[in-house]
Each structure stands twice: as C-alpha cells, then as structure tokens.
C-alpha cells in the first residue's frame, strides 16, 4: 500500500524546531548562557502553552466543559497556536473524530492501535485523512465562535 504524501509544511515545521531545540538550544546555551528572564520565560511559556491545550484546544473547545470569557479564549488561543498542534477548528474536529472512533484503528486519526509513534506525530505528518481538511461539519458549533474563527483563519500569522 502507497502511503500518504508527506505534509511539507508540518515536516518542515518539525525539523526546524527540532533542530533548534536538540542543536540550536545547547550551542547558545555554552557559547551565551541564559539569564533569570530567559528562564522564567521559557517556564511561563511551557506551562501556558501546555495549559492552552489542555483547557483550550480539549476541555472548552472539544467537549464543551465549560463556558469563557472571550480575553480568555483569545489568551488560550494564541497560547494553543505556540504549541503548534494546528488551529482549534482542526484540532477540535479530529479530536471529536477520535472519540467517535477510538476503538476503530481505520477511522480514528490518531489510533493507538496503530502504534506510539503514528499516534504522536506520524499522523501529523502525512495526509491520512486529506479528505476531511475542510469537512469541519461536526463542529458546527465552533464555526460560530468569533474566537476560534480568527485563530482558525489566522493560525500561522499567530504562530509565526
């Protein structure tokens, strides 16, 4: 079987900042060193982007657990384009998907069935389910979010 053409942009997107990270990090870090502001950035950073997923991308966007104020949705949607794991819609729409599925390897995007690997990134870097790019129709819902919508159509400007 054929696989799926490769996704230029988000192999390109994980070689950069893996380099960055495994080559450029250490090299600045022996030759400049870091000072209290580069750290503390970094932590507020981590934990921020890792909270915009978690109770962004997952809990108020995908299941609904919630209810925000609109300043917060945009401070968790900015933070979620920093994590680069797509804009909300998308991200949103196959994490819907994936509950629908879970326990079908063939429909779920991210199939653990499917290996460690495939279910972290492999999936990220391939068009397994091109078909469904723009077919966000089960999250109708979120199409009406002004919030979602601008990150959605703005996603790599905010990213970059």
């Excluded at 991308?57 to 384009?81: C, Q």
Aim: net charge neutral; aromatic share 12%; hydrophobic share 45%.
């Amino acid at each position: 079987m054929k696989k799926p053409r490769l996704i230029i942009t988000n192999v390109l997107v994980f070689i950069i900042t893996g380099l960055i990270a495994f080559v450029g990090v250490p090299i600045w870090a022996v030759t400049q060193g870091f000072d209290t502001t580069e750290i503390i950035t970094t932590l507020v950073l981590f934990y921020a982007t890792g909270m915009s997923i978690t109770a962004g991308y997952h809990r108020l966007w995908s299941h609904k657990t919630y209810d925000a104020h609109p300043a917060v949705k945009v401070i968790l949607a900015i933070g979620g384009a920093m994590a680069l794991q797509n804009s909300i819609l998308h991200w949103s729409s196959d994490h819907r998907i994936h509950h629908r599925h879970v326990d079908e390897d063939d429909k779920d995007p991210y199939s653990a069935g499917k290996g460690l690997w495939f279910s972290h990134i492999g999936w990220m870097l391939r068009e397994y389910q091109a078909h469904r790019y723009d077919d966000y129709s089960n999250c109708k819902d979120l199409q009406k979010d002004k919030v979602v919508m601008w990150q959605h159509n703005h996603y790599l400007a905010i990213v970059l």
